[in-house]
């Protein structure tokens, strides 16, 4: 137990960041911005919290669809990386922050929760297509549906869901939708997933895929930090950065700051 005098500046000492530079879940090229703006992203969160940054290996090649799934073997190789990212870390040393990178950066931490775990999934999209029903064969839509499980699942700010998605999402049913300021998973224990582009457009300029519509970094910070004390944050991801303008990603400090506070 660390006994500084002065922790004003070290909200959760413990605290890990991987940043996960990864573009090939989202079928856009290397100079998309995707792995800088991943990498200027993390060095943000790393600063505004006090926490170690560690760069998790990634390639930068892509590679053929196989079975539907763009960049498939390269997309195996960087879940092998993250897998023993994540193994050489003890859970003694506190929760871990991921930086994507595109959505699919968070299978593999998603899939290390056990099912008691709840997910709540902060996107523009609902990642539930399957590689027979994706309209691009790009993995980030399918993370969910292949990272779920059997767990709950909110949907939080969900505002473009394909056809062969919706038969998942239903109030009876194991992926729900819940409005932002209104989320009350049924689960003690939540991980939260970030895809920038839960934010609205007008709000934060730097998201891979930008949808009319969302919510400003308030509302989704005041979201964030409402979760405490009825429920522990034992996880996070924020993916889908595009940019490493300084003065974009200071928007976005509020949002840092309240799962700094969640993130114990
Ligand atoms: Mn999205």
């Known amino acids: 137990m660390c006994v500084c ?5 070290t909200h959760t000492p413990a605290m890990r960041i ?12 290397a100079r998309s911005g995707l792995p800088s703006g991943c990498r200027a992203l993390a060095r943000l969160a790393g600063r505004v919290l006090g926490a170690e940054v560690t760069e998790v290996p990634v390639s930068a090649d892509t590679s053929p669809t196989i079975g539907g799934i763009a960049n498939l ?7 092998e990386a993250q897998r ?34 709840a997910v709540l999934w902060f996107d523009a999209h609902a990642d539930l297509n399957t590689p027979e ?35 998942l999402i239903g109030e009876d049913k194991q992926v729900r939708l819940a409005e932002c300021g209104e989320v009350a998973p049924r689960n003690h224990e939540v991980y939260l997933h ?19 519509g969302g919510l400003s970094v308030g509302e989704l910070a005041d979201q964030v930090r409402r979760l405490s004390p009825q ?34």
């Open 73 to 79: 073997d390269v997309l195996l190789e960087h879940q």
């Open 84 to 117: 023993a990212a994540l193994s050489a870390q003890s859970e003694a040393e506190g929760p871990v922050l991921t930086i994507g990178g595109d959505c699919s950066v968070d299978l593999v931490p998603v899939r290390r929760l056990g099912d008691d775990v």
């Open 133 to 167: 029903s994706s309209p691009s064969g790009a993995f980030h839509g399918m993370v969910l549906r292949s990272a779920m499980g059997e767990r709950e699942v909110v949907l939080v700010g969900a505002r473009s869901i394909d056809d062969g998605e919706r038969p």
């Open 231 to 264: 429920w522990t944050v034992v996880g996070a991801a924020i993916t889908e950065c595009v940019t490493s303008d300084d003065a974009e990603l200071a928007k976005l400090v509020p949002l840092l700051e309240a799962l700094g506070e969640v993130l114990k």
């Open 194 to 212: 970030i895809d920038l582009d839960v934010l609205s457009p007008d709000e934060f300029n730097g998201m891979t895929y930008p949808e009319p």
């Open 18 to 29: 991987h940043s996960v530079p990864q573009f090939q879940g989202a079928l856009v090229e």
């Open 5 to 9: 005098a002065d922790t004003a500046h």
